[in-house]
RNA sequence: GCAGAAAUGGUGGAAUUGGUAGACACGUUGGACUUAAAAUCCAAUGGGUAGUAAUGCCCGUGCGGGUUCAAGUCCCGCUUUCUGUACCA
């Protein structure tokens, strides 16, 4: 009987989906374990070799903890709302549900056919409104929200509002507005109900805000940094401009030192806990108010150094700071504006990484010193940011080598405040190395006195303060885009109303195109049907908007991390009994939260921080139990495409061969890799018939070398748009998914990138057929019941014991090998034990089911392999006698030996040196040095 | 610029605690089987060098130093690549 992989993995899907074999109970007497992916974005591209890296790892930790014994949730669910589908309806009219539900049925198909051990039934979309309307509501949760820094924790609003009617505001610790004005509880009784909204509004964890915002004119919408090149959009080239928009904000800052320390709780790795250290970002220090001179206006600056305050002889400002345009002298008026002009072309990514260019412009106004009441000049320069701090910097030359060359660069002088330091050369940035001197009552002391002494100094004159500042913003939650979640709120007179509970969820309304309106609205506002009633409590036209019971609706959308901050609780929860609450208190006690986490890197401050939030949330005001969503956390490593470039020579339509661009002018476009052969041959007539393509290359003409044309080649990250994405479906066909799941994970170590080679499949079917013919014969099963050997038993405890530590260690490559070196051993030793072979099939059940499913029911087992118990490691079938030992001479390995392990190290000694190929290499020399480290090693030195 | 990760044969990688570098595969070469091909099986395969051969010697884990009886592994200094990025004031 030959290995039929292709109905062997039909027979086997199947079974497992009509036995519902991985679905999880949420009543059981083994132990819970919570494997959870990172849910995909259902493209329109289909599933891609990489996205299967890290759910096989997933899987097959799934599998193993099974047979562990335990019992797994392992469930899978798409993150369905999403840009994609809103371009692909703009260009097509397509309703963006339709090509979601076209994009996960095939994603739902491709991930069938890998043979995962899924738990569909409980299977999530963000997208769908049974799932959106718990977005929706934990959005009016923070809105009804307020974070205390007493308690160090969220509160209901109504707590805040208990307290302004008793003492007002003043007594108030909260995370709030900056500008907030201070009021008594009289003031507060006789606001008016909208003016109490107001204020309201500046406490609330989500609340609206102007935001500065990369606004495209000519595309509608506000772009990332990323998409801004040279001051143009991307696509297109279209000008892009700074606008302040009014958006919803989430007070993500209010629990930056709890996300802070909750890292210290969790088993993640060190990178990537460093990373969300640094985007949190906590520094200690002193904020520094600086009066303008000739203005009542101040400049509020932080610093890491209140000690090099003396050291201060300018200021910075980011060219966008509002005071610019009201401190800036006449003279000097025409450069600041040139300046700003040019700086509001760069995005901030660009000021960032560019060092080299110091650019800046004088203002012409001065600030006063707080001590020394000196002229401090107020120059603007691009590499403070505005959105960073207070867009404001105090300039030490002599002690920040930023300022220092910015100084030498304008002639500014360069004070020096550091005893017995050299800095003609370069600034001293070091703390504490040494004393202050020039400093006033700092002369003498050391970083950390002065640091104190000059806060207490500051806080006496009222122009400072003692200042923990986080790098961390407050996070931007509104989209002007149509694919999204609906807010579920309303505005009277221009102030946000949540809608109730039980009116949830807002859906979508349709619109007839999905672009932003003529008037720069967002697609929403394309609705007809989009107003609240108050009365029937429904949506409805927007012809009744009369601004007394019927209200516009908020035409902006939620950003695509809504819906993915916490739809690990919605797993917890039996698909069926998904009521009326986003997941029962017994699915959520039960479960707790999520043992291991597998994704990639690049959630690493985004997905992977909102979620903590959200979960740090939802735990204050008493929905869930836990202060952390992933106790375990594992980043899979990105696989990289191999892309194929073809070369157009410049102004012409002929394509050179690769090894003919030497010395000429091309421009490389990138070509389909599947029109590229493994010799990097380009399938010339496939390209011209290109269904996308065809048409750019039907009348060009290829410069041929050899016969052929040559491709160039690249490795880059597996992207649509980079024409390299390899589906696995042909794999599946051509190989099966067995050997699919095996070579990913030979690929590698699982958290290193690599780039995507077929070339070595070919290995890791092979060894699959090999299992095959070792348990299969022509006509029969080969497997009997004959006692094993002392070598058969030595070959499966070796592997028992060297497949479990792999997988506990998630390296999951060397796992392979390892099957592989039993597998040629076990042929080796013509073993047909049964009571061998058949606890091999549990080890590598987790890697490749399907095979091991049905070998384990040829060998007469009934039930599903999946529940198997794991084999029991028995050390003592791997106890040795003898050792054969490297002899090495000052380190180098000249002939091995083979001696007892009983023998002790004088006796090694004495034979080793008797040895006549000792006494060869040391040609009559008496060694200085004998070490001899039992079942290890000898070294003679000399 | 900053942060994190990495660099080992023609290729992917192994060496888990400082102890025989290159496991396991791919590829390549030679052989068996076959009318032939595919499939399968066997053998060789880091580079150089001496020898008919058995075998031996030299070099070798990005580069330069160091610690050690012994370094891919530890320390110091650099280079390059990848990923992320908000000049951390």
Excluded at 65 to 94: C, M, W
Aim: aromatic share 12%; net charge negative.
């Amino acid at each position: 009987m030959q290995y039929h992989f292709n109905d062997i993995e039909a027979k086997w899907q199947k079974y497992w989906a009509e036995h519902k074999t991985f679905q999880a109970k949420n009543q059981s007497e083994k132990p819970k374990y919570y494997v959870l992916d990172m849910f995909p974005y259902p493209s329109g591209a289909g599933l891609h070799v990489g996205h299967p890296l890290g759910y096989i790892a997933s899987d097959i930790y799934a599998r193993y903890k099974r047979h562990k014994g335990f019992n797994v949730l392992h469930p899978q669910g798409y993150d369905s709302f999403g840009l994609p589908a809103e371009q692909y309806a703009i260009q097509t009219g397509q309703h963006p549900a339709i090509t979601t539900e076209t994009n996960i049925a095939t994603y739902r198909r491709q991930l069938d056919q890998i043979g995962f051990s899924f738990d569909w039934s409980r299977e999530v979309r963000t997208s769908n409104p049974e799932y959106y309307k718990w977005t929706q509501w934990i959005f009016v949760q923070l809105f009804n929200s307020w974070f205390n820094n007493d308690s160090g924790k969220a509160e209901d609003i109504s707590t805040l509002e208990t307290i302004f009617s008793a003492e007002g505001n003043t007594t108030v610790n909260a995370v709030c507005d900056d500008n907030i004005e201070p009021f008594t509880a009289e003031a507060w009784h006789s606001f008016s109900s909208e003016q109490k909204q107001d204020v309201l509004l500046q406490y609330r964890l989500t609340y609206l805000a102007e935001t500065e915002v990369n606004w495209c004119p000519a595309l509608g919408t506000v772009l990332a940094n990323d998409e801004i090149v040279n001051g143009v959009s991307e696509r297109g080239g279209h000008t892009v401009v700074r606008k302040k928009m009014t958006q919803w904000s989430m007070r993500i800052s209010a629990y930056a030192e709890r996300l802070l320390q909750g890292l210290n709780t969790i088993d993640w790795t060190d990178s990537l806990k460093e990373s969300q250290r640094n985007w949190i970002g906590k520094s200690v220090g002193a904020s520094v108010t600086f009066n303008v001179k000739g203005h009542d206006d101040k400049i509020d600056v932080f610093t890491t150094r209140p000690d090099t305050i003396f050291g201060v002889n300018f200021m910075t400002l980011a060219p966008e700071h509002e005071l610019v345009a009201k401190i800036v002298t006449a003279e000097q008026k025409a450069d600041v504006e040139a300046y700003i002009e040019k700086t509001a072309k760069r995005s901030e990514r660009e000021r960032m990484a560019d060092v080299k260019t110091i650019s800046g412009v004088f203002t012409g106004a001065y600030a006063e010193h707080p001590f020394t009441k000196e002229p401090v000049a107020i120059w603007i320069g691009d590499y403070v940011l505005a959105s960073y701090g207070t867009g404001a910097v105090m300039a030490v030359p002599c002690g920040d080598q930023r300022d220092y060359d910015f100084a030498n660069h304008f002639g500014i002088t360069i004070p020096n405040i550091f005893e017995g330091v050299d800095i003609s050369e370069t600034a001293f940035g070091e703390k504490g190395k040494t004393k202050l001197m020039n400093s006033d009552f700092l002369n003498g002391l050391a970083y950390k006195e002065a640091s104190k002494k000059a806060i207490e100094a500051l806080e006496a004159i009222g122009q400072g303060e003692g200042k923990t500042n986080y790098r961390l913003r407050d996070a931007v939650f509104s989209r002007q885009r149509y694919w999204g979640e609906p807010f579920p709120v309303y505005y009277v007179n221009g102030k946000p109303q949540m809608i109730a509970m039980e009116h949830l969820p807002i859906r979508l309304p349709e619109v007839e195109k999905y672009l932003p309106t003529e008037t720069g609205e967002p697609p929403l506002g394309r609705a007809d049907v989009w107003a609240w009633d108050t009365e029937l409590n429904t949506v409805v036209s927007n012809e009744k908007i009369n601004n007394t019971t019927v209200f516009p609706l908020e035409l902006n959308t939620m950003p695509g991390w809504a819906g993915s901050s916490w739809y690990f609780f919605r797993y917890m929860e039996e698909a069926s009994k998904r009521g009326d609450a986003f997941a029962s208190e017994d699915a959520l006690n039960y479960w707790e939260s999520v043992d291991l986490y597998i994704g990639g890197s690049e959630h690493a401050t985004g997905h992977l921080l909102y979620s903590r939030f959200w979960v740090k949330f939802l735990k204050d005001r008493g929905f869930v139990n836990i202060e952390e969503p992933f106790k375990k956390l594992i980043n899979q490593g990105m696989i990289l495409g191999t892309s194929a470039f073809v070369y157009r020579e410049e102004g012409t339509n002929t394509y050179l061969s690769h090894g003919l661009i030497e010395g000429k002018s091309v421009s490389p476009i990138h070509v389909k890799v599947q029109y590229v052969n493994a010799s990097d041959e380009l399938d010339i007539e496939g390209l011209k018939t290109d269904g996308e393509f065809g048409e750019d290359f039907k009348d060009a003409e290829f410069i041929l070398e050899d016969g052929v044309y040559k491709v160039g080649r690249e490795v880059e990250k597996m992207s649509k748009s980079k024409y390299n994405v390899v589906n696995p479906d042909q794999i599946c066909a051509e190989y099966g998914a067995d050997s699919l799941r095996l070579y990913e994970m030979f690929l590698g170590p699982l958290e290193q990138a690599k780039p995507w080679n077929t070339a070595g499949i070919t290995g890791v079917h092979g060894f699959l057929k090999k299992l095959w013919k070792l348990y299969i014969g022509e006509e029969s099963v080969n497997v009997t019941d004959a006692e094993p050997t002392k070598d058969n038993l030595k070959t499966l405890h070796k592997t028992i014991k060297k497949v479990e530590d792999d997988i506990e260690n998630f390296s999951f490559n060397t796992s392979v090998s390892t099957f592989m070196i039993a597998v040629n051993e076990f042929n080796a030793q013509k073993c047909v034990s049964k009571a061998v072979l058949e606890p091999f099939l549990v080890l590598l059940s987790p890697y490749a089911p399907h095979i091991a499913e049905e070998l384990w029911s040829q060998l007469g087992n009934l039930e599903s392999i999946s529940e198997a118990p794991f084999p029991e490691f028995d050390g003592s079938h791997l106890v040795e006698s003898s050792k054969v030992y490297p002899i090495s001479f000052n380190g180098k390995m000249r002939f091995t030996l083979e001696l007892s392990l009983d023998l002790g190290k004088g006796e090694i000694e004495k034979i080793v040196m008797a040895h006549e190929k000792t006494q060869d290499q040391l040609q009559g020399r008496t060694p200085k040095k004998v070490i001899v480290v039992p079942g290890k090693i000898i070294n003679i030195v000399g």
